[in-house]
């Protein structure tokens, strides 16, 4: 086994850096936000840091690179309040990947990679008509990572757009049947398959399959 310590983990190129520490953390989820700004033009960012905060009330964080790096879809939460969260499933990832290039204020990432911006009555951001799985969000707050210039944006849930049949008596979201991916580094994508499930855990209990 290699062992790296943070003098050495320092001295590297500044994209091996990049690719070692992004991937070290394992699979994450990776989504589509999209937001508008108010002129109304549609924006989309692929985003991998997306985190659940809380189940009541519904909150869920994602971390907001630097301004000067990512500077659009934050600028446009800021202005209207509300964002849209999208699953990515394999028949779109290529356009998804493609919303990560830095294209000038005021272009919409759905029309450059040929994705379809989709409303839905009161949600005045777009959501991705392509997704199986979609959220829409109202921000309640902003945390400044001050250690690197980033954001913790934390909204809370208002509309959810899902196909039902994935859905088990318990809540539990069968995301494997609707192929939603995940992610690994900057530009890496897997497709996820369930492994199993477990019973509610408690100390001195072996743990027991729910099915």
Not at 46 to 60: A, C, D, K
Not at 82 to 100: D, E, F, K, R
Not at 143 to 151: G, Q, V
């Amino acid at each position: 086994m290699a062992s790296f310590d943070i003098l050495e983990i320092e001295s590297w190129e500044r994209f091996y850096r990049a690719n070692f520490i992004n991937s070290i953390t394992g699979f994450k989820s990776v989504n589509l936000i999209g937001t508008v700004d108010t002129a109304g033009r549609t924006n989309l960012g692929i985003f991998s840091s997306i985190v659940h905060i809380g189940s009541n009330p519904p909150l869920i964080g994602y971390i907001n690179r630097p301004i000067g790096a990512a500077p659009h879809t934050l600028a446009n939460i800021k202005a209207t309040g509300v964002y849209t969260i999208n699953h990515i499933h394999p028949s779109i990832v290529q356009q998804a990947h493609q919303t990560s290039a830095k294209y000038e204020v005021g272009i919409s990432e759905f029309k450059e990679v040929g994705l379809t911006p989709e409303f839905y009555e009161n949600i005045a951001a777009p959501f991705v008509k392509e997704s199986n799985i979609k959220y829409a969000l109202s921000l309640q707050e902003i945390i400044p990572i001050k250690l690197n210039n980033t954001f913790l944006v934390i909204g809370k849930v208002i509309s959810i757009h899902i196909e039902k049949d994935i859905i088990s008596e318990d809540g539990f979201l069968h995301l494997d049947k609707v192929n939603s991916i995940c992610s690994n580094g900057i530009d890496a994508y897997y497709t996820t398959e369930l492994i199993e499930r477990f019973k509610y855990a408690k100390p001195g209990i072996q743990p027991k399959k729910l099915y």
